[in-house]
Every structure is written in structure tokens, then in C-alpha cells.
């Protein structure tokens, strides 16, 4: 957990670069370099938005509800007013290149961003998702949509890497499914699945007065 808060404040001396096209959003890139030793820790990369989506993650075995305070809880980010503003922010720590290209910073679509963290090995991490979108206009027959799977968890391994993500499978006009998908990577190309299991909520004493927010 030492080696998670010192990364978090690392972030304020990480450079920041920005990558413009067009109308397209801004979007920033962070370059962090927090304590990483291989024999304890690993290293986790989050993909997730400041558009409609959402993700979080917290060292445990269990979730927190996103609207209790937590501050074990850590939220892939820029705050609840990013997705008002027309940008974006990615933090990177020098994991290897990701197999998926939208996972990429180059690859990264609308608001969309890619955080990378130093997470203890040996315990467990429980991933929290969410995402949204709307199709059309509802004037003219358009719709929202939602999908939200059920939290999950993980034991990193010390000395790996991992891609975390949502997959998302369309199954009707308005009715979409998704899940948690967490794949291990490394230099190579290697793109391997990693068994996640059902997290259950914690108990509400487990919960503290403050949340911390992801870099």
C-alpha cells in the first residue's frame, strides 16, 4: 500500500505533454516514476474515460459503493467536473506497450485515458466499472444506455503487468452487456486472461471518512 501512496504523490512532478487534432478533445499525457521493486509489487494499467465512463479500484477483497467514502479506494479520473470539460489525462509509468491499440496512448478514442499504477503483490485487488452512451436523439427515436458489471477481483503477481479493461458486447438495440477483463502482458506480446473472481461488498465499518482520488 506504501508504494500505491507514494505514487499517487509522485504524479505532481510528472511532466505533462499535450496532443491536440483538430476539434478532437486535448488531451494530456503524465509521465510518473513512482518507487516500483519487482519482488513485492506490480504494475497495473486502467483503461477508463471522462466521458460516460467510470472505474476504481481499491487493495481488498471486497467493494465499496462509489457514493461512500473510502480511503482505500482509488478513482481512474480527473474528478466528477472532468467530464464537463473538453479534455483528457493519461498517466503513465512505463509498462510495456499494451497488445490492445486502443490502450495506447496514440490509439485512445474521444475523452478516453489510460492510467498506469505500482500495486502490491499477494493481494487482492478489487476492480469496480461503468459506462454509458447515448445513440441518436431522442426527438427522433434515439436512446441511453448503461451497463455496469459486478465487481471483480485479482491477485497481481510481483514482477507482472496487467491490462485492465471493460469489454462490452452489443445484444439488442438498447440493451448492451460488459464485463471486467484483466489480461496479463508483458514485452513480448504476451496477452494472457487471469482469473478474476465475484467481490462482495464490504461491511459499512470497513469503510473511513475520506476518498482519495486516482492521479
Not at 51 to 56: C, E, I
Not at 166 to 185: F, P
Request: with cysteine; glycine share 8%.
Amino acid at each position: 500500500m506504501r508504494n500505491l501512496q507514494l505514487f499517487v504523490r509522485t504524479l505532481t512532478a510528472g511532466g505533462i505533454f499535450i496532443f491536440t487534432a483538430g476539434c478532437t478533445p486535448t488531451h494530456y499525457v503524465t509521465t510518473a516514476t513512482p518507487d516500483y521493486d519487482s519482488t513485492v509489487s506490480a504494475r497495473m494499467r486502467i483503461q477508463s474515460g471522462n466521458d460516460l465512463q467510470a472505474a476504481s479500484f481499491r487493495v481488498g477483497a471486497c467493494y465499496s459503493n462509489a457514493w461512500q467514502s473510502d480511503s482505500q479506494r482509488v478513482s481512474v479520473d480527473d474528478g466528477f467536473w472532468a467530464r464537463y470539460k473538453y479534455s483528457s489525462r493519461s498517466v503513465v509509468i512505463g509498462m510495456p506497450q499494451s497488445p490492445r491499440s486502443w490502450m495506447r496512448i496514440e490509439g485512445l478514442r474521444f475523452k478516453d485515458i489510460i492510467r498506469e499504477y505500482v500495486v502490491p503483490a499477494g493481494q487482492p485487488i478489487t476492480l469496480s466499472m461503468s459506462t454509458a452512451g447515448d445513440v441518436g436523439s431522442s426527438k427522433y427515436g434515439g436512446y441511453s444506455w448503461s451497463c455496469k458489471p459486478h465487481e471483480m477481483t485479482f491477485t497481481p503477481v510481483a514482477g507482472q503487468d496487467y491490462d485492465v479493461y471493460m469489454a462490452l458486447q452489443e445484444e439488442g438495440r438498447k440493451s448492451h452487456s460488459c464485463s471486467i477483463e484483466v489480461r496479463r502482458i508483458d514485452a513480448g506480446g504476451l496477452d494472457e486472461p487471469v482469473q478474476t473472481r465475484y467481490a462482495p461488498k464490504c461491511p459499512s465499518p470497513d469503510t473511513e471518512t475520506t476518498t482519495r482520488r486516482g492521479p
